[in-house]
């Protein structure tokens, strides 16, 4: 049984399309880290609270700046 949510990329040749593989695949990162985050504030884990806070600002950065790359 597969429960993988993150989309493998396999012999991707264009630029463009394993742009948007890392994009898609950030977006869903995010929903996870952002369930994680809501989880920790409610049970006032302040280091996993933190810590995913931290992984959401950096990944929101690299989708922000992949689609300025795809955009230009």
Avoid: C
Wanted: hydrophobic share 45%.
């Amino acid at each position: 049984m597969n429960t993988a949510n993150i989309e493998e990329g396999k012999n991707i040749s264009e630029e463009r399309v394993s742009v948007e593989l890392i994009i898609n695949n950030l977006a869903k990162l995010l929903r996870i880290e952002r369930k994680v985050l809501e989880l920790s504030d409610e049970l006032g884990d302040e280091g996993t609270n933190a810590m995913a806070s931290d992984f959401i600002r950096e990944q929101e950065k690299l989708v922000w700046m992949f689609s300025a790359w795809l955009n230009s």
